[in-house]
């Protein structure tokens, strides 16, 4: 059978690696943020001639427009995120762009003001703060029979505040390379990921207190063990099957849904790993007081 628990100090160390590098890629990097958390326009145009993104580009920075970003919907339509547009303004860049490329077609425009999407993140901060608070509450009182129910329910909130951690640090490595910013697809992501994550913990935790209520075994390191190990394949196989849909819909959807279905592709990778090698390896290592061994992971 195989150990999980028995390599638990050094899958934690890892999962500890992995946070501290998306700390320094967040502290370096920072995240880049849409339209939606930031003031600015977005104006959507179709061009008769077929025009490629990486010229448009070329021509944004020439017209002045240097920290534009461009993106393609599956219709076919270039959007163009920059600072807030003035009507005069959004004119004149109309203009440069057809003397550049030839007859083109506003599809649609949009302002954002600071103020809006100030309140536009306060809220997503919210949001996101209330639904760990939930799964808090909630993971502790659905398993309130068991011994320190409160343990279950820290070590699920551990487990999904890395998975957002890794999030995060990936989204800003891909802000910084692709200029990618998050929107409010990004925090829906955000929030389809705590779901799926809280559900995955779940299942390996009501195995681990049937194991307990069976009395399989006195040693809580062995009944942890194998209640992971029962419930490796149902794990695997829903996030495989899971992850087969979200591919599907980001060859297929494309840029409308672009940050949504990257975010809970990642996630639901990190939050695989985490169910399994972080929550429950936490609750062993509380349940045993071993906090103080982390510098010997070669000890079982």
Known sequence: MLDIIGKRFWFLLVSCALALLCVIFLAVFGLELGIDFSSGSILTLSFEEEVE??????????????????????EGDLLITTVELTPEE?????????????TLNEKGFENV?????????????????????????????????????????TCGIIALAFNILVVLGIFAILGAIFRWGINLMFITGVLAVIGYSVNNTVVIFDRIRENLIK???????VVVNNSLVESLSRSFNTS???????????????ASIQNFTVTLLIGIIIGT???????PTLLVVWENREWGRFLHPTQS
């Open 240 to 254: 495989l099957t899971t992850i087969i849909v979200v591919l599907a819909l980001l060859l297929f959807v494309g």
């Open 90 to 102: 959004k004119n004149q860049l109309k203009e440069g762009l057809a003397a550049k490329f030839g």
């Open 113 to 153: 003001d600071p103020i809006i999407a100030k309140e536009t993140a306060r809220i997503a901060a919210i949001a996101v703060a209330i639904a760990a608070v939930g799964i808090l509450i909630y993971i502790t009182w659905a398993f309130r029979r068991m011994p320190s129910p409160f343990r279950y329910g």
């Open 273 to 279: 790993f985490s169910s399994i090698y972080i929550a």
């Open 53 to 74: 993104q990486s010229q448009l580009e070329q021509e944004l920075a020439n017209l002045g427009y240097n920290n534009a970003t461009i993106e393609r919907n599956p």
């Open 215 to 221: 009395g399989t075994s006195t040693d809580f390191k």
